[in-house]
T-cell receptor, first 110, second 118 residues
Framework: KQEVTQIPAALSVPEGENLVLNCSFTDSAIYNLQWFRQDPGKGLTSLLLIQSSQREQTSGRLNASLDKSSGRSTLYIAASQPGDSATYLCAGGGFQKLVFGTGTRLLVSP | GAVVSQHPSRVICKSGTSVKIECRSL??????MFWYRQFPKQSLMLMATSNEGSKATYEQGVEKDKFLINHASLTLSTLTVTSAHPEDSSFYIC??????????????FGSGTQLSVL
């Protein structure tokens, strides 16, 4: 059974810092891994999707990596902004069925 | 813009009543949709997989008679919480897979429904 863990659970940084969010999963037979952003009381916005054959994906200031052998994924956010404040979820697993981590609550202060 | 529409965004109901939540895929067809539940400060947990034209498949521990799922068309799935009780208060969210331009399948999520049962 796939289990997904995210560290840290919460993170507070000043604006402009580069930061890394960590995600680990127990089953390396992963179809894909996605990173999402969730704002309070709202749905999810997909940020990046990494297929099992890929090692990383980039979108703007975001870069996500996937290392299946170690069961880890990282989300790198460059030059953080207050608008980046949200909960970041990683999710991985089999085809279509995703198992979510508990998230990292990020607060970027001006 | 949103590719999956979910309504209502928030509902408050009395204990014992039933609540219906709709999930629509916009501009694409979805033979499968997924329903998740999220309790405060916990992660999303898959409740069930909605299959167009056939019965939904439920995850272990989810009562199928309490959480009725109907996927009557290729763009609409509904989740009905029957005889709701305070412990059913939660954030419910749906998702639908869609092929992107690179023919990779990606899950798109609705905006979620916050259910509060008094």
């Amino acid at each position: 059974k796939q289990e997904v863990t995210q560290i840290p659970a919460a993170l507070s940084v000043p604006e402009g810092e580069n930061l890394v969010l960590n995600c680990s999963f127990t089953d390396s037979a992963i179809y894909n891994l996605q990173w999402f952003r969730q704002d309070p009381g709202k749905g999810l916005t997909s940020l990046l999707l990494i297929q099992s054959s890929q090692r990383e994906q980039t979108s703007g200031r975001l870069n996500a990596s996937l290392d299946k052998s170690s069961g880890r994924s990282t989300l790198y956010i460059a030059a953080s902004q207050p608008g980046d404040s949200a909960t970041y979820l990683c999710a991985g697993g089999g085809f279509q069925k995703l198992v979510f981590g508990t998230g990292t609550r990020l607060l970027v202060s001006p | 813009g949103a590719v999956v529409s979910q309504h209502p965004s928030r509902v408050i109901c009395k204990s014992g009543t039933s609540v219906k939540i709709e999930c629509r895929s916009l501009d694409f067809q979805a033979t499968t949709m997924f329903w998740y539940r999220q309790f405060p400060k916990q992660s999303l947990m898959l409740m069930a997989t909605s299959n167009e034209g056939s019965k939904a498949t439920y995850e272990q521990g989810v009562e199928k008679d309490k959480f009725l799922i109907n996927h009557a068309s290729l763009t609409l799935s509904t989740l009905t919480v029957t005889s709701a009780h305070p412990e059913d208060s939660s954030f419910y969210i749906c998702s639908a897979p869609r092929l992107n331009q690179d023919t990779n399948e990606k899950l798109f999520f609705g905006s979620g429904t916050q259910l509060s049962v008094l």
